[in-house]
């Protein structure tokens, strides 16, 4: 071959080297597979997919090891939130006997066996005795009047409580705030106000026919306050497992930023604490734990309680407020809690809204007990008076 030919077979070699590819496509082709990201991935789109808009990286140019930002995420606030939540209507139930007065101030109830138990504050008010009496009321009674079976008002009998020495060994004795009863155990909270507040607990025993209750005056366990806000203590009990769990009355993020609830063993010695979530305005008392480790507590606010007000409420930004309380401050609602490996957290329930009957008055919503699956039973302290209700829950 001669020497043109060699240099002509070279420059075609050299010309399809250099000759350009053919332009990619501009999108995967289809498929039927799911591409799945496990949970514990990091968060980048699979390579080739496009870039999220104002990304300055070319699509598919992905740093498999970004660096943190340090700047803070903020807390998701909803733009949009339920214009109007449900609310949930309260049914009044008659009252008759010592029951049906405003000092009666009951301040907590809880069920042993089918009797419900409702404890007035101050107990002494309702016997001959110093140490007083408790007020019950069959279950019996209670589904009978909601049935339209009866409609004679409801007559609570009185319980005698059986309590030598216990209010003298206590200073400034404001009265009883919280029961729970685990069998014919019986565990009370005291309120006593002692330059500051102090909160105690205290053990007993329950008559299994409840001829009386009786609480151990050497079982008196001091809990000290989170806050130096008068007239606030440890106002909810429960059980929870083989502990007794006491919650205290303010949680809001601005008076008590990392509230914990105090737990307590079968003879009410302290055993440790467990985590709170902060929760604005006054919690007063809370239903049993139920198999699945939720319990419901009462939530309120009225407006003259200034040391409470909060500027923002996260639960009604996050649920919205019903038709009564979108019109006004106060507040009246029962919040499902969740004991968890947290702690305490908030479940993920909206908040039950109770109808409200005056826009500027609250009921003292200061007792409560689930009613089987049906709903909840509640009852006030003193304002407006002594009331006894039902709140169906599912409506």
């Given at each position: 071959?001669?020497?043109?030919?060699?240099?002509?077979?070279v420059?075609?070699?050299?010309?399809?080297c250099?000759?350009?590819?053919s332009?990619p496509?501009?999108?995967?082709?289809?498929?039927?597979?799911?591409?799945?990201?496990?949970?514990?991935?990091?968060?980048?789109?699979?390579?080739?997919?496009?870039?999220p808009?104002?990304s300055e990286?070319?699509?598919?140019?992905?740093?498999?090891?970004?660096?943190?930002s340090?700047?803070?995420t903020?807390?998701?606030?909803?733009t949009?939130?339920?214009?109007?939540?449900?609310?949930?209507p309260?049914?009044?139930f008659p009252?008759?006997?010592?029951?049906?007065?405003?000092?009666?101030?009951?301040?907590?109830?809880?069920?042993?066996?089918d009797?419900l138990?409702?404890?007035?504050q101050?107990?002494?008010?309702?016997?001959d005795s110093?140490?007083?009496?408790?007020?019950a009321?069959?279950?019996?009674?209670?589904?009978?009047f909601?049935?339209g079976e009866?409609?004679?008002?409801?007559?609570?009998?009185?319980?005698p409580?059986?309590?030598?020495?216990?209010?003298?060994r206590?200073?400034?004795?404001?009265?009883f705030?919280?029961?729970a009863?685990?069998?014919?155990?019986?565990?009370?909270?005291?309120?006593?106000?002692?330059?500051?507040?102090?909160g105690?607990?205290v053990?007993?025993y329950?008559d299994?026919?409840?001829?009386?209750?009786?609480?151990?005056?050497?079982?008196?366990t001091?809990?000290?306050?989170q806050?130096?806000?008068p007239?606030?203590?440890?106002?909810?009990?429960?059980?929870f497992?083989?502990?007794?769990?006491?919650?205290?009355?303010?949680n809001?993020?601005?008076?008590?930023?990392a509230?914990v609830?105090?737990?307590?063993?079968?003879?009410?010695?302290?055993?440790?604490q467990?985590s709170?979530?902060?929760?604005?305005?006054?919690?007063t008392?809370?239903?049993?734990?139920?198999?699945?480790?939720?319990v419901?507590?009462?939530?309120?606010?009225?407006?003259?309680?200034?040391?409470?007000?909060?500027?923002?409420?996260?639960?009604?930004?996050?649920?919205?407020?019903?038709?009564?309380?979108?019109?006004?401050?106060?507040?009246?609602?029962l919040?499902?809690?969740?004991?968890s490996?947290?702690?305490?957290?908030?479940?993920?329930?909206?908040?039950?809204?109770?109808?409200?009957?005056?826009?500027?008055?609250?009921?003292?919503?200061?007792?409560?007990?689930r009613?089987?699956?049906?709903?909840?039973?509640?009852?006030?302290?003193e304002?407006?008076?002594?009331?006894f209700?039902?709140?169906?829950?599912?409506p």
């Amino acid at each position: 071959m001669s020497r043109l030919g060699i240099w002509l077979i070279v420059a075609l070699v050299l010309a399809a080297c250099l000759r350009p590819a053919s332009t990619p496509p501009t999108s995967p082709p289809a498929s039927s597979t799911t591409l799945t990201i496990p949970l514990d991935s990091p968060a980048v789109p699979p390579a080739g997919s496009a870039a999220p808009a104002g990304s300055e990286a070319p699509a598919g140019d992905v740093d498999p090891n970004p660096t943190p930002s340090l700047e803070p995420t903020p807390t998701p606030v909803p733009t949009n939130p339920p214009s109007q939540a449900p609310e949930y209507p309260v049914s009044l139930f008659p009252l008759a006997g010592p029951i049906n007065t405003s000092q009666a101030e009951i301040s907590a109830m809880d069920w042993h066996q089918d009797t419900l138990i409702l404890v007035p504050q101050y107990p002494s008010r309702f016997s001959d005795s110093d140490q007083g009496a408790l007020f019950a009321l069959d279950k019996t009674e209670i589904l009978a009047f909601l049935s339209g079976e009866s409609l004679a008002p409801l007559e609570p009998r009185r319980v005698p409580l059986v309590a030598p020495g216990l209010v003298e060994r206590i200073p400034g004795f404001e009265g009883f705030e919280a029961i729970a009863f685990e069998n014919d155990r019986v565990y009370m909270t005291i309120e006593a106000r002692q330059g500051q507040m102090v909160g105690y607990l205290v053990t007993g025993y329950a008559d299994p026919d409840l001829g009386w209750i009786s609480l151990d005056a050497t079982s008196l366990t001091p809990i000290q306050p989170q806050t130096t806000i008068p007239n606030l203590s440890d106002e909810a009990l429960v059980i929870f497992g083989n502990r007794l769990v006491t919650l205290y009355e303010a949680n809001g993020a601005a008076v008590n930023p990392a509230p914990v609830a105090h737990l307590f063993d079968a003879s009410s010695q302290p055993r440790d604490q467990l985590s709170f979530p902060n929760i604005e305005f006054r919690l007063t008392d809370a239903t049993r734990v139920d198999d699945s480790g939720r319990v419901w507590a009462i939530n309120t606010f009225y407006t003259g309680d200034t040391s409470l007000s909060a500027g923002l409420d996260p639960l009604a930004l996050e649920f919205g407020e019903g038709a009564t309380h979108s019109q006004t401050e106060v507040v009246e609602r029962l919040v499902e809690f969740q004991f968890s490996e947290q702690g305490i957290v908030l479940a993920d329930t909206p908040p039950v809204q109770l109808q409200l009957s005056d826009l500027n008055q609250t009921r003292n919503w200061e007792a409560i007990a689930r009613l089987d699956e049906a709903g909840f039973l509640l009852a006030t302290d003193e304002f407006p008076e002594t009331l006894f209700a039902f709140v169906p829950y599912p409506p």
